[in-house]
């Protein structure tokens, strides 16, 4: 690459990464739950800071910041989201955000550049509300009767009020503009250890996982925990105990060779230490990019409820609630993202799926899409001891950089 093409700056990306560090700090991380104060601040400082890219800015009736640009030629889309989990990590969503500000700050003002890049904030990309809402909404998956509906996953708080507070209501949420932009790029930090374990600085993300999620409710016989003979009892606590040992036992010979499945959440009822539990819940999600692989696990779990009701004591019933495709990411970004590699960071980057789902996956159904990852520090993410070494963020915002310019074209 020309040493006369303007490249990212380092010290401007880690200022503003630590800015927005600044707002909900939590120990080494950030409490940023979505349509919080704290993310509310995130939201207004990302506003003033995309004129310094020459894009004006706007906030959508949903939350999503969009930055757009008027400079003539193509448009590149770029961003990630600024909410966090709770008490979590303070790279997660802020870096792809503070690398596509970076991106137009260089290339926006680069005549040699033909066209532009554009900035996004997806708001809700953590699922407070509901799952990927902001991106939803921007590629028209979501419904104003699905904004009714959403309630905050640890308040309880409606949607509706959320926005209100936020100063949204009544404000035109923003769809996709079609043939407006060659595509969408976004980073983010790996949240896994395969780079850092081979010292690498790059991920060209190849796909992004489907997530399927499922309830599994066991019901047995509430009864009382001191005088109920274990032989006649009907304990769904227990039912669902030997259910989840049975996945691990039976899931694997029938799985991909990246397929994961976690059991996220158990409720019993009532719950009480004097009392047999009469219920049982259980939150169960697998993840993988093959269609084919999760149809076989859904019919697997499916089986394994009903072999475990006709056995007894107690009946299994599964219900699903969410079906997650998985995105396949654009081949051209993906060869654009290791070259910008090789120019600036030594090639050393490697292909590899996501784990995770992202943003990306939603733009992917309306238009390209590509992501590459940065190292996390012993691939630890959703927790507030997340981190990246300054060297891979600057590293990578160098070639998120070069790798807009040349889907640009630049």
């Known amino acids: 690459m020309p040493d006369t093409q303007p490249r990212a700056d380092g010290h401007r990306v880690l200022a503003d990464l630590h800015a927005l560090r600044a707002f909900g700090a939590y120990k080494t991380g950030v409490h940023k739950p979505t349509f919080s104060e704290p993310h509310k601040l995130s939201l207004e400082w990302l506003v003033q800071k995309l004129p310094e890219a020459e894009l004006s800015a706007t906030i959508d009736g949903i939350g999503n910041v969009f930055g757009t640009s008027s400079k003539p030629g193509p448009k590149l889309l770029a961003g990630s989201h600024l909410e966090s989990q709770n008490y979590a990590g303070w790279l997660d969503g802020p870096l792809g955000v503070a690398y596509a500000l970076e991106a137009a700050r260089v290339l926006n003002a680069d005549a040699s550049v033909n066209g532009a890049v554009e900035v996004a904030s997806w708001c809700d990309e953590e699922g407070h509300f509901g799952h990927f809402l902001g991106s939803r909404s921007y590629v028209g998956q979501v419904t104003e009767a699905d904004i009714d509906a959403a309630r905050d996953r640890t308040s309880g708080r409606s949607m509706r009020d959320a926005l209100a507070d936020m100063g949204l209501t009544g404000r035109p949420r923003i769809t996709t503009e079609p043939g407006r932009h060659v ?38 016989e509430q009864n009382h925990a001191g005088t109920t003979r274990m032989a006649v009892r009907k304990d769904a606590g227990l039912a669902l105990a030997k259910f989840c040992v049975a996945i691990d036992e039976r899931f694997p010979t029938a799985c991909g060779p990246r397929t994961v499945w976690t059991t996220g959440r158990i409720t019993l009822d009532p719950g009480a230490p004097s009392i047999i539990p009469g219920g049982a819940e259980m939150l169960f999600q697998i993840r993988d990019d093959d269609p084919s692989v999760i149809a076989r696990l859904e019919q697997l779990l499916r089986t394994m409820a009903d072999e475990a009701s006709a056995n007894g004591p107690c009946t299994v019933s599964v219900t ?37 789902g992202h943003d990306a996956q939603m733009l992917a159904t309306v238009m390209p899409a590509g992501m590459l990852f940065v190292p996390s520090i012993g691939g630890i993410s959703h927790h507030w001891t997340e981190n990246t070494a300054d060297a891979d963020i600057v590293t990578g915002a160098e070639v998120f950089v070069e790798a807009c310019r040349r889907i640009l074209g630049g």
């Open 320 to 356: 699903k609630l969410r079906t997650g495709a998985p995105a396949m990411m654009d081949a051209g970004f993906q060869d654009a993202i290791e070259a910008a590699s090789k120019a600036v960071a030594g090639g050393r980057s490697i292909r590899m799926p996501s784990g995770a």
């Open 183 to 220: 595509g969408y790029l976004e980073a983010h930090i790996e949240q896994g250890d395969a780079l850092e374990s081979g010292r690498l600085a790059i991920g060209v993300v190849t796909s992004i996982v489907g997530i399927w999620q499922y309830q599994i409710n066991f019901v047995g």
